[in-house]
C-alpha cells in the first residue's frame, strides 16, 4: 500500500482558501478581485480618491472622514442590544449589493433575519450568510475576507447567553487582540471593509485592530452615532431616525445562500 504524505498546516490552509475562493467564484461569476501573492491592493479610486462604503445615511457620511466606511480597515460599531448599530450595517450592505458587489455576514448568533434585510433594500442574491460557532468565528471571518469575494463583510458578534447554574461558562466568541490585528492586515491585503458589531465588552480584542470605533446608543429618533476614536476626525455625534432592526432567525429563503450549520429559532 502507498503511503500519502501528510499535508502540512501551511499547505491545509492555503488549500482550503483556495477551495473557497472557486466556490465563490462558481456561484457569483465575475465578482473575484485577482491579486499577485504578496501584493496588496490599493485602497484607492482612480483619481486618487479614498476607497469608500457609504452608509446610506448623509448625516452618518458627512461626519466620517472619507465620507462613508474606509475600505480595507476594521470599522468597529460598540452598542448595547437594539442600539441601532445593526440597521447602520445593514444599510452600508444595502448601499453596496446595489452596487453590484458581494457582501458577507457572519452570523455568531443565528439571529439573522432575511426578511428584516431585504426590507433594507439588500439584495439577497448578492449575500452569503456564514453561521459560525464562537470558536470557529476568527478562522471564518480569515477565510471570508481572503477569499477577495466581498468588498463588505460583517461581523455579528453576539455575547453568549448566561450560562445554566453549575455549567462551564462560555465567554462567547474566542477572538484574541493577535487575531485581531491579523484580521486588520488581512482587509488591508484583500481591500475589504471589516464592519465588526458587539457589546463594548465583546468588542475589547477588536479596537485596537479599529481604523474606525463608532458607539451606537438608542435614542427617541432611531439611534445616536458617536466618532470615538477616529485620527483624521475628532470626536461628533450624530442623530439618526431609522427603525431599529428586530432579529428574530427563522428559515432562510431559497435564495439566500448558507454557510455553516442550522442555526435554531432565538426570539
Same mark, same amino acid.
Given at each position: 500500500?502507498?503511503?500519502v ?13 483556495e ?12 465578482v ?13 479610486r482612480?483619481?486618487g ?11 452618518l457620511?458627512?461626519? !466620517?472622514?472619507d465620507?462613508g ?15 441601532g448599530?445593526l440597521s ?5 450592505? /444595502?448601499?453596496?449589493? %446595489?452596487?453590484?458587489?458581494?457582501? /458577507? ?9 432575511p426578511?428584516? %434585510? ?8 448578492r449575500? !452569503? ?12 471571518? %480569515?477565510v471570508t ?6 468588498t ?5 458578534l ?5 450560562? /445554566? ?6 465567554g ?8 485581531a490585528?491579523?484580521?486588520? %492586515? ?7 471593509? !471589516?464592519? /465588526?458589531l458587539?457589546t ?13 470605533r ?12 458617536t466618532?470615538d ?22 428559515r ?5 445562500r ?10
Amino acid at each position: 500500500m502507498r503511503r500519502v504524505p501528510a499535508m502540512n498546516p501551511a499547505s491545509e490552509r492555503h488549500e482550503i482558501v483556495e477551495q473557497l475562493r472557486r466556490d465563490i467564484a462558481r456561484r457569483f461569476p465575475g465578482v473575484m478581485r485577482s491579486a499577485a501573492p504578496g501584493v496588496t491592493v490599493d485602497a484607492r479610486r482612480p483619481g486618487g480618491d479614498p476607497a469608500r462604503h457609504p452608509t446610506g445615511h448623509p448625516a452618518l457620511d458627512a461626519l !466620517l472622514p472619507d465620507g462613508g466606511f474606509p475600505a480595507g480597515r476594521i470599522v468597529a460599531i460598540a452598542g448595547p442590544a437594539s442600539s441601532g448599530k445593526l440597521s447602520v450595517a445593514l444599510a452600508a450592505v /444595502a448601499r453596496a449589493t %446595489a452596487r453590484g458587489d458581494c457582501c /458577507a455576514f457572519i452570523d455568531t448568533g443565528g439571529e439573522f433575519f432575511p426578511p428584516s %434585510a431585504a426590507a433594507c433594500g439588500i439584495d439577497l442574491d448578492r449575500l !452569503l450568510v456564514v453561521r459560525a460557532p464562537p470558536r470557529a468565528v476568527p478562522r471564518a471571518t %480569515a477565510v471570508t475576507v481572503q477569499s477577495r469575494a466581498f468588498t463588505l463583510v460583517v461581523l455579528d458578534l453576539l455575547a453568549a447567553p448566561d450560562s /445554566a447554574p453549575g455549567a462551564a461558562p462560555d465567554g462567547g466568541p474566542d477572538l484574541t487582540v493577535a487575531q485581531a490585528m491579523r484580521l486588520a %492586515a488581512l482587509c488591508r491585503e484583500a481591500d475589504v471593509t !471589516l464592519l /465588526a458589531l458587539g457589546t463594548p465588552a465583546v468588542l475589547r480584542p477588536l479596537t485596537p485592530a479599529a481604523a474606525l470605533r463608532l458607539r451606537a446608543t438608542p435614542s427617541l429618533a432611531g439611534t445616536r452615532i458617536t466618532l470615538d476614536r477616529c485620527a483624521a476626525a475628532p470626536p461628533a455625534t450624530v442623530e439618526l431616525h431609522m427603525v431599529r432592526y428586530a432579529p428574530y432567525s427563522l428559515r432562510a429563503p431559497a435564495g439566500l445562500r448558507l454557510a455553516g450549520p442550522p442555526a435554531g429559532t432565538r426570539r
